[in-house]
C-alpha cells in the first residue's frame, strides 16, 4: 500500500475485523470481510454495516447558501426541501455534464449540508467556492465526520434499541438529529443498496464507539460488515449510478435516465441552458441496464457493439449476487436501447450476447 | 494453513501466479492460493477446448470473480489433453481446492526446459512477500 493513502477512523477496526484493503479514491478501504456475495446477500436477507467516512461532507450556510445550492444543483432545493428532508442530485458544468452527484441535507432554510463522493471532495469544493458569489460560508466537514451505514430489513430492529429517537415516522430521505449510543447522530432514512436502511454521521472521535454500538448489537442477529465490494453489487443490482463509471463530465443527466433530479421550472442553474438544449434536440444515447445471456462477465470499458457496429462501451457489469446473473450498464444509442434488444459484449477479443433489459434489476421486497 | 502448504514444494510457479505439476510429459495447471485468495468467489472459467495449443505468451482462458476478471497464463507450451469439466458448475472449487479439485487444465509438453523458466516454491514465496508489502 502506498505511504500516502488516507485513513477513516474505523481503519483499526477494519483490520481487527481482517478486512481485506484495496486502494480506493486515495483511501485504503475495506474491500470485503467475509466475502462479497456472502456480505451482499447478508444484507439482502437481514442487515449489514458499512464504513463510509470517505465520503466527503461539505457544509454551506447563511443568507446565501439556497442562491448558491439552486444555481450548483439540477434539482430544485427551494421547492423540494424543508427542515429534515433530503434531495440527490447532480451537479453540472455549463455542457450539462456532471461534475458529481451529491445528497442536499437542509437543517435549516440557511443550512444545508452535501454530501459528495469520496473522489471528488476537492473537486466539489473548489467547484462550490467558485460560484459563491453570494457570501455563502462554505466549510469542508468531511475529516471530523464519520459516516456509518446500517442497510437491509433488520436495520430499524437494531437502530431502536441504540436510540429513543422515533424512527417509524422518519420516512425515506428524510432525516434527524439526536443520540444513538448516546452519541450525537444525524440519523438519515437513507442508502445506496435499494434496502431499508439508515446512514448516521458524528464526529470523528465518536466512530470507533458508534461503529461499535451497532456492531454488536447487529451481530448478534447475524448481522455483517461489509466492504466496498458488497457495496458495488448492491448498488449496481439497483441501476444507481457510480460517479467515475456510469457518469462524469462526459455524461449528463438526461443521458443516465436521471430525468427526475432535473427542475425544468427552476429559472437558472449552471448547466439548464445545454440541457434544455439536448431536451429539445433529443438525447442520442442512453444508459441501459443489459444481462449476459452466457455465462461471461462484462467489466467497465468492454465494447459494445450490435451487427458488427461498434455502438457503445460497458461502464459497470459485474456478477449479481441476488440474481446469479451477470449484469452491467452502458450508454447506448437511443434506437438501439430498447428492452430486449440484443447485443454483444466484447470480452478478452471475443464477443458474447447479452440483452437490453428493464431496471432496477432487481426488486427488494 | 501455512506458507510451505500454501504453496507446495513439489509445483513450479509462474510470476502471474499458475501452478505447473509435472506428470511425466503432462502438466497440470492451476492457480495459487494467493491468487484464489486475491480473486475470492470464483462465478465462472472460461477455458480453452481440449486440442487447442497453448503457449506461455498469449492468454489462455481467464477466471472471473465478483471482484475482478482474471487472466490465465501458461506455464509452458503445448497441447491441451483435458480440461477440468467440474468447474463448470462448480467454479467454486478453485477457492476451496486450488491445488486439486480446482485444478485448470492438463498440457502434454512440446519443450520440458521450459519448465526451469518457472519460479521455485521459495522464489514464489518471496514474490508473494514482496507484493504483499
Known sequence: MQESLKRTPLYPIHKQLGARLIEFGGWEMPVQYSGIIDEHLTVRSNMGIFDLSHLGEIEIRGDGALPLIQKLITNDAERNLVDGRILYTPMCNETGGIVDDVVVYRFRSDRYMLVVNATNIGVDFDWICAHNDTGAEIENRSDETVLIALQGRNAPKVLRKLTNIELTTLKYFWFTEGEVAGIPTIISRTGYTGEVGFELYAKTGCGGDLWNAIYEAMARIGGKPVGLGARDTLRLEMKYCLYGNDIDETTTPLEAELDWTISFDKRDFIGRDAIIKQRTEGIKRRLVGFQMLNRSVARPHYPVYQKNQHIGAVTSGLPSPSLKRNIGLAYLPIEQSKIYTKIDIEIRGKRYPAKVVRTPFYQPD | ?133
Open chain 2, 1 to 133: 494453513m501455512s506458507e510451505e502448504q500454501k504453496y507446495p514444494e513439489d509445483l513450479k510457479y509462474r510470476e502471474t501466479h499458475e501452478w505447473a505439476r509435472r506428470e511425466s510429459d503432462i502438466v497440470i495447471v492451476g492457480i495459487s492460493d494467493y491468487a484464489q485468495e486475491e480473486l475470492q468467489d470464483v462465478v465462472y472459467v472460461e477455458l480453452p477446448e481440449v486440442g487447442a495449443v497453448v503457449e506461455p505468451e498469449k492468454e489462455f482462458g481467464a477466471i472471473e470473480s465478483v471482484k475482478a476478471a482474471f487472466n490465465l497464463w501458461t506455464p509452458v507450451s503445448g497441447e491441451i489433453i483435458e480440461v477440468n469439466e467440474e468447474l463448470e458448475d462448480a467454479p467454486e472449487l478453485i477457492n476451496e481446492y486450488p491445488y486439486s479439485l480446482g485444478w485448470l487444465i492438463k498440457i502434454r509438453m512440446i519443450n520440458p526446459d521450459e519448465l526451469e523458466n518457472l519460479l521455485s516454491p521459495n522464489e514464489y514465496r518471496a514474490l508473494i512477500k514482496g507484493e504483499r508489502e
